[in-house]
Nanobody, 125 residues
Framework: QVQLVESGGGLVQAGGSLRLSCAPSTRTSETYYMAWFRQVPEKEREFVASISFIRTYYADAVKGRFTVSRGNARNLVHLQMNNLMSEDTAVYYC????????????????????WGQGTQVTVSA
């Protein structure tokens, strides 16, 4: 089964930028709905952004600051994060809906069946 590999997390000062990437471990034959979620300790995983074949969707907390996009390889996705704030500190996970169960804005965790291992993003004040 394909796995998702995330990269690009790290430590950044408030107001700075980071770019996360998520790539499938093997070549895939179909294009999936993809999304980014984030989680902090003792809280539920929350939706950040998603991308269908051509449309993008964002949580209100990141709208205007984050941009999700597809790369050249199938199911390679990026999350460009600008003007980062301390409240963006979290472990970020990418996810794939390989069964096509999701509906716009593709923000429900239960519709995503493949998850990456997570990458830590820490924003210092």
């Amino acid at each position: 089964q394909v796995q998702l590999v995330e990269s690009g997390g790290g430590l950044v000062q408030a107001g700075g930028s980071l770019r996360l990437s998520c790539a499938p471990s093997t070549r895939t034959s179909e294009t999936y709905y993809m999304a980014w979620f984030r989680q902090v300790p003792e809280k539920e995983r929350e939706f950040v952004a998603s991308i269908s074949f051509i449309r993008t969707y964002y949580a209100d907390a990141v709208k205007g600051r984050f941009t999700v996009s597809r790369g050249n390889a199938r199911n390679l996705v990026h999350l460009q994060m600008n003007n980062l704030m301390s409240e963006d500190t979290a472990v970020y996970y990418c996810a794939a809906d390989t069964r096509g169960r999701g509906q716009p804005p593709y923000n429900l965790t239960e519709n995503f069946d493949i998850w990456g291992q997570g990458t830590q993003v820490t924003v210092s004040a």
